[in-house]
C-alpha cells in the first residue's frame, strides 16, 4: 500500500498568527482548531503546527524549555488534544514542529549542565574549552552573527549555539541526551500525531575534532558572514545518519507515522542532502531545504532542483515548497515591480503541483498573500537586528492571517495582535476571496482537486521538455497516460507551437489555437497528449 505522506499536500499554521480566540493578540490552540474547516476545505491532506511548546519565546518558540508542554500563550495539552481530535475528523493528519538541535536555555536540562563540569547532564550539550588566548574553540560562526561559541563563567568553558546564545545546541555525542530527546518524541506520538517536522535536521551532529570550517568560494563580501564560511565541520557530518536511523525506528514502531526534515544549506549541495537524508527506508520519509524559498525564479532553478533530486536519491522522496515561515512570501518575491501578484499566485499552485513529490502550503499563500512591510519600531523578530536594514527579518511573512476584511484586525483578533495588520493584507481576506469567483483561493481548491484527480501529477514519471527561458515545461506519465505542464515565468506572453495532438485540462490561463498555445504573463495550462507531441517556442 502506497504511504499516505507520498501524496500529500501539508499545510503549515503557524500559531502566533493563525487565530486568536481569547483576545490577547496572540493566535491560540483553540484558534487553530475553530478555523480548521478552512483549512479543509482547501483539499490539504496534513496540518504542520510551527512550536507551540513551553518557551520563553527568544526565537518564537524555537528555544524549547520544555519539550512536552504547551506554552500557555497557546493554550493547554487538552486545548491541543481537541486540535487532534478535530483535525482527524476532518480528514487531516496532524505533524508537529520538533526543534531537538537546541533547546533554550532555560531549559531545565542546560540549567542543570551549566552548573558544573561533572553533573549528571554535564555532557548533554556541546561543550568546549577555549583556547589558550581565551578565544573561542573553533571559527565557527552563528547564523543570527558573530561566533557560535558562547562563554560560560559557571563553567569556565564555551557552549555551542547555531543559532541565538539563548539557544545552547545538545551534544548528540552524548548517547543519554538522543535517548531523552526520543523519549519527549515517543510522548507526542502516543498522543496520536502523525508526524515531525524535523527542525535544522542537518545540525544534530558536530565535528568532535572541533575543526576550522574552510572559507567559501566567493569573491563578494555577504550581508551574513554566516556566508562566508563552508560549513563542513560544523553541520552535516556522516554521523547524523545514525540519528535518523533512530529516529526513523521510532517512528516505524507507531505504524503509520512520517518525518519531514529541514535541510538548511546553501547551493545545490541542500538538494544533495535531501537525497542522502531520503534514500533507502531508514532515514527520512522526506525532506526539504530552502532550494525553492529563494528569489532565483527561472525554468533552469526549478529543473535542475528536481533533477538532480532524482539524480542523487532515486529512490529518495521530497517535499517542496514555495513559502514558509522563514523567507519572504513567494509572490512578492517573483512578481515584478508594479506586477499582478494574483496572477504569480494562481501559476504557483498549478506550479508546486506539477513536481514530483509532496507538496507544503504556508498559511496565507491560499489567499494570494503577500509581504507585509515591517517599521523598524514593529519588529518582533530580535533575532534578526544585526541585518537590518539590509535584511528586515522575518516578521514580514508571519503576520496574522486575514479572515474578514471589515472586522478589527480582519477578523484575526479583537486586541492588538502581535504584528501589525495593514490593509494591503487585509485587501486579501478569505471572505472578499471567496466572494470573487476568480480569486486566487478558487484556484487553489481547483488546481489542488485537479492534481488529486490526475493520477499523471500524483504518481507519475517526470522528465522535462526541451524549452528555453522563460519557459518551463514538465511531462508526467503514468500507466500510459500523459500530461504536461507548460509554464511561462516571466511577465511578457510567450508562444508555443505545438505539433500533435493535445487539449488544455484542468486550470490554465493560456489559450490553445490549433497548434498555437499562447501563455500570457505568468501564464500556465495543463495539455493531454495523445500520440508523441513536440513543443516549439516561438
Known sequence: MREWWRDAVIYQIYPRSFQDDNGDGIGDLPGITRRLDHVASLGVDAIWLSPFFTSPDRDMGYDVSDYTGVNPLFGTLEDFDALVARAHELGLKVIIDQVISHSSDQHPWFVESRSSRDNPKADWYAWADGKRDGTPPNNWLSIFGGSAWQWDTRRKQYYLHNFLTSQPDLNFHCAAAVDALIETMRFWLERGVDGFRLDTVNFYVHDKLLRDNPPAARDDIPNNPYEAQEHVHS????????????????????????????????????????????????????????????????????????????????????????????????????????????????????????????????????????????????????????????????????????????????????????????????????????????????????????????????????????????????????????????????????????????????????????????????????????????????
Open 235 to 538: 553541520k552535516t557530518q556522516p554521523e547524523n545518519l545514525d540519528i535518523l536511523r533512530r529516529l526513523r525506528k521510532l517512528t516505524d514502531a507507531y505504524g503509520d507515522r512520517m518525518m519531514v526534515g529541514e535541510v538548511g544549506e546553501m547551493g545545490q549541495r541542500q538538494v544533495e542532502i535531501m537525497g542522502d537524508y531520503t534514500s533507502g527506508t531508514d532515514k527520512l520519509h522526506m525532506a526539504y531545504s530552502f532550494a525553492m524559498l529563494s528569489h532565483d525564479h527561472t525554468a533552469a532553478h526549478f529543473r535542475d532542483c528536481i533533477a538532480t533530486f532524482q539524480r542523487v536519491a532515486p529512490d529518495g522522496w521530497p517535499c517542496w515548497s514555495f513559502s514558509n515561515h522563514d523567507v519572504e512570501r513567494h509572490v512578492s518575491r517573483w512578481t515584478p515591480p508594479g506586477g499582478d501578484t494574483d496572477a504569480v499566485a494562481r501559476q504557483s499552485v498549478a506550479l508546486l503541483c506539477s513536481f514530483p513529490g509532496t507538496l507544503n502550503l504556508y498559511q496565507g499563500e491560499e489567499l494570494g498573500q503577500t509581504q507585509t512591510d515591517i517599521l523598524f519600531e514593529e519588529v518582533q523578530d530580535t533575532a534578526n537586528l544585526a541585518f537590518w536594514p539590509e535584511y528586515k527579518g522575518r516578521d514580514g511573512c508571519r503576520t496574522p492571517m486575514v479572515w474578514d476584511h471589515a472586522a478589527p484586525n480582519a477578523g484575526f483578533s479583537t486586541g492588538t495582535p502581535w504584528l501589525p495588520v495593514k490593509a494591503p493584507q487585509a485587501a486579501h481576506a478569505r471572505d472578499l476571496q471567496e466572494a470573487a469567483n476568480d480569486s486566487v483561493l478558487h484556484a487553489y481548491r481547483e488546481t489542488l482537486a485537479f492534481r488529486r484527480a490526475r493520477d499523471e501529477l500524483r504518481l507519475g514519471d517526470t522528465a522535462f521538455l526541451d524549452l528555453p527561458e522563460p519557459l518551463l515545461g514538465l511531462r508526467r506519465s503514468h500507466a500510459g497516460r500523459h500530461l504536461v505542464a507548460l509554464f511561462n515565468l516571466s511577465d511578457q506572453p510567450r508562444h508555443v507551437h505545438v505539433a500533435g495532438h493535445v487539449t488544455l485540462a484542468g486550470p490554465h490561463a493560456a489559450s490553445l489555437k490549433g497548434h498555437e498555445l499562447s501563455l500570457p504573463a505568468h501564464g500556465f495550462a495543463y495539455l493531454v497528449e495523445t500520440g508523441h507531441p513536440t513543443y516549439r517556442a516561438h
